[in-house]
């Protein structure tokens, strides 16, 4: 993976608990500010202001507030692999196809539950340099690989080439789900996720194509 923009880097890699705990505060604090105020408006100094500490104390952390955003990203790409990943080793997945799906759609929107403006700001909003969008592109093709194994074993599925298949699948829940947190929930989130189990496993069960 092509190493990271120095200017996108965090300064201080805390070692010490104390400065963990500062570093916590300062991606919290930059949370609430993006949620509330956008990417534009989401300065350095409202940051700082935010998480109680002088702009100076924040520079000794991270340069800029890309910086601070390429961490919140990161943040919600690792959170996002390990719930899949908790739910492909926590035990035997159940045996319905229907009921696999809304596994993966439900821990989708868990994902996004919390602070979905701050979600638009992240990825409609601030920048995407070329390593974040590598970051995304292989965080994306682990999850595609998990689910094609799922999909190329179950007998239910009768697409024929599931690895277009299995990212097809990723590709409508993930972009799914964000849309709909992003349009501030115009439809009950039950709904929501019942017509997208639904959809995904009519396209995933339908007759093979004759052409």
Known sequence: MTPFDRRLMPRKQPKQPRAQVTRDRILEAAAHVFALHGYSAGTTNRIAETAGMSIGSLYQYFPNK????VELVKAHINTGIAIIDRLLTAGPLPDALDDQLRLFVR???????????????????????????????????????AAQRQIATHPQVTVVDTATAARLTVSAIESLVHRHFAAGQPV????????????????LTAAPSLS
């Open 66 to 69: 890309d910086a601070i955003l």
């Open 107 to 145: 821990a989708t929107i868990d994902n996004h539950l919390q602070e979905p403006a701050l979600h638009r700001v992240l990825f409609e909003e601030a920048p995407r340099p070329p390593e974040l969008l590598e970051m995304l592109h292989q965080a994306e093709d682990w999850v595609v690989g």
């Open 188 to 203: 009950k989130i039950d709904s929501f996720e019942d017509e997208l189990v639904a959809m995904l496993f009519r396209y």
